[in-house]
């Protein structure tokens, strides 16, 4: 089956510009994650869905992110007012279940590199 | 604060040569702890992952890593290295219930012929 896609797969915007990203998890994973990975630095955790559950946002830099999930499925990033800063690979992850009784590797999608001019 | 530290930014092995990777952790509940490798122009592959019981973990393409709770360390390491195992390394820790993953900030490995 297909994995985690993600689109578009690099967007380069004008400061100030909103921005959306898009995340299109491995059907039937409850969990997707969204991480940011600037230049030369690890992954930096965004937010995480599970199911049906508030989302988890602590990890969202300013107020200028936001990120919802419909459906239980696709999930859109929402960059507001975008600064250069913000220029990164924005990476999504999906994962079946929780805990570490159950299977849940996550799969990571290929990346949006996010350019801001 | 949690946090993970992968103190080697770049390492250069011959091929043929044995490797450790370091990676160590700062959590304050029971450490859920993984490797990821990323290979250039693709996306993060779990390596291996540790929950509990032996402390020495098996994964794929022939790595394997040791949780040392007393060093709060999670090396990983390859008997022998092979030029397709270039790549940037990831070490990761998360909670019980996986909601939040904290990542080091990366080791590239070059492997020389």
């Known amino acids: 089956g297909a994995g985690v896609s993600q689109s578009p797969s690099n967007k380069v915007t004008e400061k100030g510009k909103d921005v959306e990203l898009r995340c299109d998890p491995i059907?039937?994973?409850?969990?997707l994650y969204w991480y940011r990975q600037s230049l030369g630095q690890g992954l930096e955790f965004l937010i995480y869905f599970q199911g049906n559950s508030a989302p988890d946002k602590s990890g969202l830099p300013s107020d200028r992110f936001s990120a919802e999930r419909t459906g239980g499925s696709v999930s859109t990033l929402t960059i507001q007012r975008t600064q250069q800063e913000d220029s990164a690979v924005y990476l999504c992850a999906s994962s079946l279940a929780r805990g570490p009784d159950s299977d849940n590797e996550q799969f990571f999608g290929p990346g949006t590199r996010l350019t801001v001019l | 604060a949690q946090s993970v530290t992968q103190p080697d930014i770049h390492i250069t092995v011959s091929e043929g040569a044995s490797l450790e990777l370091r990676c160590n952790y700062s959590y304050g509940a029971t450490p859920y702890l993984f490797w990821y490798v990323q290979s250039p122009g693709q996306g993060l592959q779990l390596l291996l992952k540790?929950?509990?019981?032996?402390?020495l973990v098996q994964g794929i393409k022939g790595f394997e890593a040791e949780f040392k709770r007393s060093q709060s360390s999670f090396n990983l390491r390859k008997p022998s290295v092979h030029w397709s195992d270039a790549a940037e390394y990831f070490c990761?820790?998360?909670?019980?219930?996986?909601?939040?993953?904290?990542f080091g900030s990366g080791t590239k490995l070059n492997v020389k012929p």
């Open positions: 059907s039937g994973h409850t969990a």
């Open positions: 990761a820790v998360g909670p019980y219930n996986f909601n939040k993953f904290y």
């Open positions: 540790y929950f509990s019981g032996d402390t």
